[in-house]
């Protein structure tokens, strides 16, 4: 026994643990996404997190400790994001026919998250830091990360909303769309990319190629216009 522990102290002092870790409870998770049948509510995201914060809360470890390993995913959003690209490169044609509509879209998308979140954030109180963390909740992490810090948030806090933000979208997306009898899988997936960003995409990409494609343009249209406007925006709209 004073071997095995011996031994979870040597992997949980390496900085290859956290990407393990990470990598594993993906696995798991997405197993049992597909063994269910693939259900929204078994969003392998958000069956990862719950794994991977109950193993760092049984085993005490840092969340520093973990992230020194796992920090690697963490940069591979960037190249991951680019990906996306190729699926809209396939559709380019029927992009340039929609693409002022799509522009005007994601502005309006992009104004009601912010709006929405900082209006609410007020009404109930919210420290000035907590809602400048907030506004950025629907875009991409490291994005939004880089505007909270900019605007006068608090990063770490923005990345939290961001994630609550992509699994909420993830998983009640499908049954919001299906009750506003919302059909078309471009329109799904530009929906879910808008407000659910990076997991959202990921989502719309499981279940339809077009929906994916255009939530991956949602999810980058919503990247540039934020860091573009929100610093600009945001201030105006605090007390």
Known sequence: MNEVAQLWVYLASSPLF???ATLVAYVLAHALFVRLGSPPWANPVLGAVLILSLVLSLTHT??????AGAQFVH????????VMGWPLWQRRTELRRRGFFLLIAALLGGAAATLSAVLIGGLFG?????????APKSVTASVAMGIAEHIGGIPALAAAFVLITGISGALIGKYLLDAMHIHDWSVRGFALGNAAHGIGAARAMQVHPDAGAYAGLALSLQALLSSILMPWLVPLLMP
Not at 126 to 134: E, H, N
């Open 18 to 20: 956290g990407l393990s």
């Open 62 to 67: 840092p969340y520093r400790t973990y992230f």
């Open 75 to 82: 940069v591979m959003l960037g190249p991951a994001v680019v």
């Open 126 to 134: 919210l420290d000035s830091s907590v809602l400048r963390s907030l």
